[in-house]
């Protein structure tokens, strides 16, 4: 009996602070059970429901949607106070874009980062950086760039073979003939002639026409990665 008394005299002495707790309503979707101890034009202040001993709390009117007290009285800070609202702190918005470094057309192979670039370094790097990019246009122009190098040096070069062979043939030709048919030496060797310098020239012509696409695409290439390095 003498504990049923003590239980009734710690509820009536103690039901205010349980039964009278406020709530607060928070912009970010969080809600806080509260006694609020003060409100003023800026700020409320406030003790854990849960916690009558613990500390006290500060909030700006700018972060409470609104309070229901324990009365069930709502009450919305923007009405009753709203020059505090009138007071926008927002932080900045710091947009970080790393410093991206293009690469450009010169007289002769290319400048990056002030600097000279080869051809044969930029598709290296134009590469590099399709691995991640995965773009298709610009695969296909590194790819054309490697093939009209390929046969620009295939032809040039060749050329360069087809004249000694031509040589060589045109000598054998004319010191192994015949001294008794020496007009039949001699058209073999000018027919022989002949035919080299045709081959020469048409390899030395596919070879400069494969260098200027060369150019061309390994331009186009770099501007490609120009242009994705702008896109996000």
Known sequence: MRLYFIFILFFLTHAEKILAQDTLFLFNGTKKNAVIKEISPTQVKFIDANKVDGPLYILNHTAISHIIYADGQRDTLK??????????????????????????????????????????????????????????????????TKRHKKIQHLTGF?????????YVAGAIALTSGSFN?????????????????????????????????????????????????ETP
């Not at 060749?158 to 031509?166: E, L, P, R, V």
């Not at 020496?182 to 030395?204: M, R």
């Open 79 to 144: 009405i009753l106070y709203p020059k505090a609202y009138e007071i926008k702190v927002e932080a900045p918005v710091i947009i970080y874009k790393p410093e991206v470094y293009f690469i450009q057309k010169a007289r002769i192979d290319f400048n990056y980062q002030g600097r000279r670039l080869s051809e044969k370094n930029m598709i290296i790097m134009t590469e590099a950086f399709n691995t991640t990019k995965k773009d298709a246009g610009l695969k296909s122009l590194i790819n054309q």
């Open 158 to 166: 060749g050329s360069i073979g087809i004249a000694i062979i031509t």
């Open 181 to 229: 048919n020496p007009d039949f030496t001699l058209i073999t060797s000018g027919v022989i002639a002949i035919a080299g310098v045709s081959l020469f020239i048409t390899a030395q012509t596919v070879s400069r026409i494969n260098k200027k696409r060369r150019t061309k695409s390994a331009r186009l290439t770099a501007e490609r990665y120009n242009q994705l390095l």
